[in-house]
């Protein structure tokens, strides 16, 4: 059975930091494709950051120079850093993990809230 297990979201001011796990039972160099969606209630899905397993990586316009996404290979671990958050940036993140020959998996989400 795949694993994706989601932690490090929380409540944060105005201008400060978190860092998103999403750690899995997949081997990382088996996904293709990692992800980090984010959702608000009544707005649809949004697509924040994917990469590929060969490195090329796509921002969205509104989280580019602010986000980072890395993988820790040892740990099977996907992270999102997430620096000068902004109140529009609350949201439920979910992390996604695709593979050609299996399917995608999805974490089970955490709340990022940014507010003073």
């Known amino acids: 059975q795949v694993q994706v297990v989601q932690s490090g979201g929380g409540l944060v001011q105005p201008g400060g930091s978190l860092r998103l796990s999403c750690a899995t039972s997949?081997?990382?160099?088996?996904?293709?494709?990692m992800s980090w969606y984010r959702r608000v209630p009544g707005n649809e899905r949004e697509l924040v950051v994917n990469?590929?397993?060969?490195?090329?990586?796509n921002y969205a316009d509104s989280v580019k120079g602010r986000f980072t996404i890395s993988r820790d290979g040892a740990k099977n671990t996907v992270y999102l850093q997430m620096n000068n958050l902004r109140p529009e940036d609350t949201a439920v993140y979910y992390c996604?993990?695709?593979?050609?020959?299996?399917?995608?998996?999805w974490g089970q989400g955490t709340q990022v809230t940014v507010s003073s």
């Open positions: 997949l081997t990382l160099f088996s996904i293709d494709t």
């Open positions: 990469q590929t397993r060969g490195g090329n990586t």
């Open positions: 996604r993990l695709a593979v050609a020959t299996r399917g995608a998996y």
